[in-house]
């Protein structure tokens, strides 16, 4: 059974960079099947989706255009996890963050527990 | 970006009560097209993927049709643990986008 475990702070700074990761077990980071996922919620904005990684014989990243010059998604196969970091952060990013696993294609099968940050100074 | 809408936002019905549930997509999706149920405090779970498809341990009475732009969610006979809000999501490409949600309450 896949389990992703969120993790990293829950207050960032206006200007500062926000970084969780989300730990996985039962499953590799690496596997051919899986493609890991960031999507964000807020009142404001709903659910969002950031971006994903995945490894097809190299590594692969999309990201939402809206984010694309501020955030990054990389993995750690020595830890099996896979991580955010979004930069130049404002109020509006502000959001309860989920990491989520596609496994059967262009869906999200498994979630993260959800980690809410706040941007305030 | 390929925006999504829901109707209604929210609905109030009754244990046994047949819901139905609509997402429209602003441009055609194909069956490209999921559906999540999110509980307060918890992550959403995945209902229904390619338009129709129950994802495993889902119960029988949730289902999914639809193609193109016009979608449906339908629970056949609402049970206690369905109150909740259900999302749409397209998958026919990146950016993938949610709708806005419908949340389901006790009448």
């Known amino acids: 059974q896949v389990q992703l475990q969120q993790s990293g702070p829950g207050l960032v700074k206006p200007s500062q960079t926000l970084s969780l990761t989300c730990a996985i077990s039962?499953?590799?980071?690496?596997?051919?099947?899986?493609?890991w996922n960031w999507i964000r919620q807020s009142p404001s904005r709903g659910l969002e989706w950031l971006g994903r990684t995945y490894y097809r014989s190299k590594w692969f990243h999309d990201y939402a255009p809206s984010l694309k010059s501020r955030i990054s998604i990389n993995a750690d196969p020595s830890k099996n996890q896979f991580s955010l970091r979004l930069n130049s952060v404002t109020p509006e990013d502000t959001a309860l963050y989920f990491c989520?696993?596609?496994?059967?294609?262009?869906?999200?099968?498994?979630w993260g527990q959800g980690s809410l940050v706040t941007v305030s100074s | 970006d390929i925006q999504m809408t829901q109707s209604p936002s929210s609905l109030s019905a009754s244990v046994g009560d047949r819901v139905t549930i609509t997402c429209r997509a602003s441009q055609s999706i194909g069956t490209y097209l999921n559906w999540y149920q999110q509980k307060a405090g918890n992550a959403p779970r995945l209902l229904i993927y390619?338009?129709?498809i129950l994802q495993g341990g889902v119960p029988s009475r949730f289902s999914g049709s639809g193609s193109g732009t016009d979608f449906t969610l339908t629970i056949s006979s609402l049970q206690p643990e369905d109150f909740a809000t259900y999302y749409c999501?397209?998958?026919?490409?990146?950016?993938?986008?949610f709708g806005p949600g419908t949340k389901v309450d006790i009448k």
């Open positions: 039962g499953d590799s980071v690496t596997s051919n099947s899986g493609v």
């Open positions: 999501q397209q998958s026919y490409g990146t950016p993938f986008t």
């Open positions: 390619g338009t129709s």
């Open positions: 989520a696993k596609d496994s059967i294609g262009f869906s999200f099968d498994y």
